[in-house]
């Protein structure tokens, strides 16, 4: 691990790994690293928490532990599909959202069963739902928060939120046009809906059918042109 961090020094070089994911990988940390207070000031303590760090789940982080990654700058990549799956647990998105830590939204697929982001942030939704049931002072995040977290959020922990996350003139344009009426829809619109009811059944309802067109820095990548004639 000095090894690892002496190169992430070195070369200013992103670091990912996981950190808190279930209790029983946190007690196997303790004992192997028993002079360290907690699993997040192992990787402090070898380089690995810096502000090109993302740390997966961090399902069961103490203050000190959330206090630590924040002032190294260091991200959280929550991943609600794997800790469902695993049966780690359900983090603390909420509060960490609250305290300002870096936040994105991860698959973990080899944990998971889904690479697709909106899985996750269905996933993750119905996880800050969970959380405010058994923990009714911690208020569920909105859908529109959970989209924050998996494109500007995810940006951020990426370092690039300059760069890319969001339409800000002067970014990289990523993006993709959304037809909700597209054929096979999955979607069902009424006269009532508004923008905003058309975003939350694309985010819950939608798929691959109603993306249309995809670009990627500004570039037309995939797709066809809308036609409802």
Same mark, same amino acid.
């Given at each position: ?8 020094? %070195? =070369?200013?070089?992103? @670091? ?5 994911? *279930? +209790?029983? #990988? ?9 002079? &360290? $207070?907690? =699993? ?12 090109? $760090?993302?740390?997966?789940? @961090? ?18 990549? &929550? ?13 603390? +998105? ?37 959380? $405010?049931? #058994?923990?009714?002072?911690? %208020?569920?995040? %909105?859908?529109?928060?959970?989209? =924050? ?7 951020? +922990?990426?370092?690039? %939120? ?19 009426? $597209?054929? *096979? ?19 819950? *309802? ?18 066809? =042109?809308? *036609?409802?004639?």
């Amino acid at each position: 691990m000095k090894g690892l961090g002496n190169l992430a020094a %070195k =070369y200013n070089l992103p @670091v990912q790994s996981h950190l808190d994911e *279930n +209790v029983d #990988e946190i007690t196997r940390v303790k004992k192997i690293h028993p002079s &360290h $207070s907690d =699993y997040t000031s192992v990787y402090d303590a070898y380089g690995l928490l810096t502000n090109r $760090s993302i740390m997966a789940h @961090v399902v069961y982080p103490t203050e000190d532990e959330r206090q630590l990654i924040k002032r190294r700058g260091a991200g959280v990549s &929550h991943c609600p599909n794997s800790n469902f799956n695993l049966r780690s647990g359900v983090a603390k +998105v909420r509060q960490m959202l609250n305290e300002g830590l870096k936040l994105s939204l991860g698959t973990d697929a080899s944990a998971g069963y889904a690479t697709s982001i909106l899985n996750a942030i269905r996933t993750g939704y119905f996880a800050a739902i969970s959380r $405010s049931i #058994e923990h009714p002072t911690e %208020k569920y995040l %909105k859908l529109a928060e959970m989209f =924050y977290i998996a494109t500007l959020g995810g940006a951020d +922990v990426l370092g690039m %939120k300059d760069i890319i996350g969001n339409f800000v003139i002067g970014k990289q344009f990523d993006g993709l046009i959304i037809d909700p009426l $597209s054929n *096979n829809s999955p979607i069902d619109l009424f006269d009532h809906d508004d923008i905003t009811s058309i975003f939350e059944k694309f985010i819950n *309802n939608g798929d691959d059918r109603n993306i249309v067109q995809v670009y990627v820095d500004g570039k037309f990548i995939h797709g066809s =042109y809308m *036609n409802h004639s």
